[in-house]
Nanobody, 122 residues
Framework: QVQLVESGGGLVQAGGSLRLSCAASGLTFSSYHMGWFRQTPGQEREFVAAVSRSGGSTTYTDSVKGRFTISRGNARNPVYLQMNNLKPEDTAVYYC???????????????WGQGTQVTVSS
């Protein structure tokens, strides 16, 4: 059974930083592309960033380019999201996801974590 568990969320002031981690079990690390999405109440889940199986290719939504960095880890923690210069509009629940395709749509991913709350105060 595949499990993804996010951690590292919290409350931070605008301009601050957080590093999100995603712990994984039950999947073959090297077989999956990894992504981060976020969601606010009443809104659809929004793509944030994705990294290829090899770690050699990354993609970001425009609003986080230059501030967020997605990276591959190891089999136990296959993906991280370093978030710098956080803004109040980054406030959301952040989810990690694993999929066989590197996609910017939520439907492109097979497995999801439960999410971690990130709150940025102004």
């Amino acid at each position: 059974q595949v499990q993804l568990v996010e951690s590292g969320g919290g409350l931070v002031q605008a301009g601050g930083s957080l590093r999100l981690s995603c712990a994984a079990s039950g999947l073959t690390f090297s077989s999956y592309h990894m992504g981060w999405f976020r969601q606010t109440p009443g809104q659809e889940r929004e793509f944030v960033a994705a990294v290829s199986r090899s770690g050699g290719s990354t993609t970001y939504t425009d609003s986080v380019k230059g501030r967020f960095t997605i990276s591959r880890g190891n089999a136990r923690n296959p993906v991280y999201l370093q978030m710098n210069n956080l803004k109040p509009e980054d406030t959301a629940v952040y989810y990690c996801a694993a999929g066989r395709t590197i996609a910017t749509r939520a439907s492109g991913y097979d497995y999801w974590g439960q999410g971690t709350q990130v709150t940025v105060s102004s």
